[in-house]
């Protein structure tokens, strides 16, 4: 599960963690972490209901992150006040994949605004693409939306060199609604990966 810009009230109003009271998000992360709980660890739950973001073992060598990627969103108001890493969940990110990366596991990451798409705020794009690069033999899935189309988008190396180097995929999922403009049709994805096997690559096949 990952949480959508449609999800706030008001729509795309994804608070920072440091903002308490009447404010914040707590009246709907708590929600969700009652709804989701039975499928979640004790710490999956605490960082999503501090930020939206949690990470989970599906299988011992397969862990999936998802991110609260509202935080890059460009209507999101309250990056105003900190438009790098609200939450410190980029942080948590590479501490995350550090540990994945020690354990040999890995990762896919769900989320729903693309990095690197006109929607994401360049610098998080950036820093997002930074990670990637990193543990690009540790991330092997990203699966992400928004964009209504059923597309992909692929980072490169060195984007500032124009390296033509694949590092990673985004499969970015279409719509369950026409909503987006004209000729859009509904749909969703199923996606095969590698399966349960020892040295399994948990690539999308």
Excluded at 6 to 19: A, D, G, K, W, Y
Excluded at 39 to 49: G, N, Q, Y
Excluded at 155 to 180: K, Q
Aim: net charge negative; proline share 5%.
């Amino acid at each position: 599960f990952t949480i959508g810009n449609h999800e706030s009230s008001p729509v795309n109003s994804f608070p920072p963690p440091f903002i308490t009271g009447e404010q914040s998000l707590s009246w709907f992360l708590d929600k969700a972490a009652e709804v989701w709980g039975e499928w979640l660890t004790d710490d999956a739950i605490k960082t999503l209901k501090k930020g939206g973001y949690y990470s989970v073992n599906v299988k011992p060598d397969l862990r999936v992150i998802s991110l609260q990627s509202n935080f890059c969103y460009k209507l999101n108001w309250w990056l105003l006040i900190n438009s790098t890493d609200p939450g410190d969940m980029l942080k948590w990110l590479i501490d995350e994949l550090l540990d994945a990366e020690k354990k040999e596991e890995k990762v896919h990451i769900i989320g729903h605004v693309p990095p690197g798409s006109g929607d994401c705020l360049d610098t998080w794009s950036k820093m997002y693409h930074d990670i990637l690069w990193r543990f690009e033999s540790t991330i092997v899935g990203q699966f992400f939306g928004h964009k209504h189309s059923d597309s992909f988008k692929v980072f490169y190396a060195d984007e500032d060199t124009n390296s033509e180097r694949p590092i990673g995929v985004i499969y970015l999922s279409p719509s369950v609604t026409p909503y987006g403009g004209s000729g859009m049709n509904l749909g969703y994805r199923m996606y095969d990966i590698d399966g349960t096997y020892k040295g399994s690559t948990r690539i999308t096949l």
